[in-house]
């Protein structure tokens, strides 16, 4: 029963495993390369992070006529760590053991970055608290906290939110934290300087800089698995040639992320497979000897999806399998013309013998589509009769390039040594 037939192609478990390990792998590549780039990007914020904090060192350094010069150790460590940042920058890996040893080597650095600004701030503590002691005059602390405009107020100079907001500010100072991040600490930082009124202290410190504290703490315990995430939905967006939304870090960012990244999982791992099938049924068909000589893409207005393929059948037939974006497949044998119109009498007669004829090598396609992986489900087949007789209209198709088409001039001696021929594979 060869009319027009109607299924839902799936692969077998064996096949879908494959074509999921086959993505797993992409995916971990791409991840892994955008991973390494994040890192970097991260390593040159750190190094900038350093810089003021080498400054302040030298110039404290130089008040204090300081024989030590820790300021030279720091920037001698910077610019070997310039230095290697310059060399991944260079290099392009694409194999995902050099890139893991890449992220592991980069993220021991910036773990190395961050206890290089901690003992620096330290340092620029201890050099700071000689300094005022010997010069008896404020001059700021490691972290640029002033609070210049609190120095007429005595009451406000004596309030111990000023030593709770600097403790704060400055025991966050030294973490590797997002740019966002970094702009909000250098914001209340220079907010902090310009109070002026000793009621405000508490309401500041318990508003603003409590709630950011505990934030950039709760990045530094899940950050990793917000940027990683963060990482997998670029990937998968850029794949499928869509955007997404990147929400800013929370815990409902986290959840949002997930539910994003496995939602687009889906929508790959379906396409992909429509993919592999459509790939599958095209190299069968050529196995076969059917060569294919047109295409085209429609979307109805009710937004599903139809692709089209031309495979032709003898001189003047074609095989159109249309594939619908609910993963549907259909194949019908029709007769060629460049008009929309329907068969004669005569046509529809001899296209149900084609239909009949086309009935072991469809038998012979779907054990090809077995051994590739792909069973038919839910098959609906109707019988090759003139009722199912149509005109295909080749002037909606894109054709491909050499193709010679024949329409309207099918002879049925012709038709009939092509469809002995195909009998015989």
Same mark, same amino acid.
């Given at each position: ?23 797993? =792998? ?5 991840? +892994? ?5 994040? +890192? ?9 992070? +350093? ?13 204090? *006529? ?32 050099? =890139? ?12 190395? %970055? ?18 005022? *002691? ?24 004596? #309030? ?96 949002? +992320? ?5 939602r687009l999982e889906q929508i790959i791992a379906e396409k992909q497979e ?45 095989? *159109? ?8 497949? #259909? ?33 012979? =396609? ?12 839910? %098959? %609906? ?45």
């Amino acid at each position: 029963m060869s009319g027009p037939k109607t299924a839902r192609y799936t692969l077998t478990e064996e096949q879908r495993r494959a074509l999921e390990e086959q993505r797993r =792998l992409q995916q971990q590549l791409k991840e +892994l390369s955008q991973k390494r780039n994040m +890192l970097l990007e991260q390593a040159k914020d750190a190094l900038d992070k +350093l810089t003021p904090f080498a400054n302040r060192e030298s110039q404290l350094s130089e008040l204090l *006529n300081d024989d030590e010069r820790s300021h030279m150790k720091i920037q001698a460590y910077m610019a070997n760590c310039r230095n290697r940042i310059e060399g991944y920058q260079s290099s392009s890996a694409e194999d995902p053991d050099v =890139l893991q040893a890449d992220i592991s080597a980069i993220e021991e650095m910036l773990g190395d %970055m961050k206890r290089a600004a901690k003992e620096a701030g330290g340092e620029i503590e201890r050099l700071s608290d000689r300094y005022y *002691n010997r010069m008896l005059v404020d001059v700021g602390d490691a972290f640029e906290l002033s609070f210049r405009g609190l120095g007429s107020q005595r009451g406000v100079k004596e #309030s111990p939110y000023i030593q709770k907001i600097r403790d704060s500010l400055g025991e966050i100072s030294s973490l590797l934290l997002p740019q966002s991040f970094e702009q909000r600490l250098s914001h209340l930082k220079e907010e902090a300087d310009k109070i002026e009124s000793p009621d405000f202290l508490e309401n500041f410190y318990s508003l603003q800089v409590q709630p950011f504290v505990k934030l950039c703490r709760a990045y530094e315990e899940y950050g990793e698995t917000y940027n990683e995430l963060l990482i997998s939905c670029r990937c998968l967006a850029e794949e499928l040639g869509i955007g997404t939304e990147e929400p800013v870090f929370s815990g409902e960012a986290i959840r949002v +992320l997930q539910e994003e990244k496995q939602r687009l999982e889906q929508i790959i791992a379906e396409k992909q497979e429509q993919e592999y099938i459509s790939q599958a049924i095209d190299e069968a068909m050529e196995e076969m000897g059917y060569r294919m000589i047109g295409k085209r893409s429609v979307s109805k207005r009710s937004g599903k999806k139809f692709s089209n393929r031309l495979y032709e059948f003898e001189e003047g037939t074609a095989v *159109n399998v249309t594939y619908s974006s609910d993963g549907q497949i #259909s194949m019908e044998l029709g007769a060629m013309d460049t008009a929309d119109r329907t068969p004669t009498p005569e046509e529809a007669s001899e296209l149900a013998e084609d239909m009949q004829a086309f009935c072991t090598d469809y038998e012979k =396609l779907e054990q090809k589509l077995i051994e590739k992986g792909i069973v038919a489900r839910h %098959m %609906m087949r109707l019988p090759p009769t003139e009722e199912y007789a149509q005109i295909i209209n080749v002037s909606e198709y894109d054709i491909e390039d050499g193709a010679q088409i024949a329409c309207g001039t099918r002879t049925r001696r012709a038709r009939t040594e092509k469809s002995v021929r195909h009998g015989e594979f």
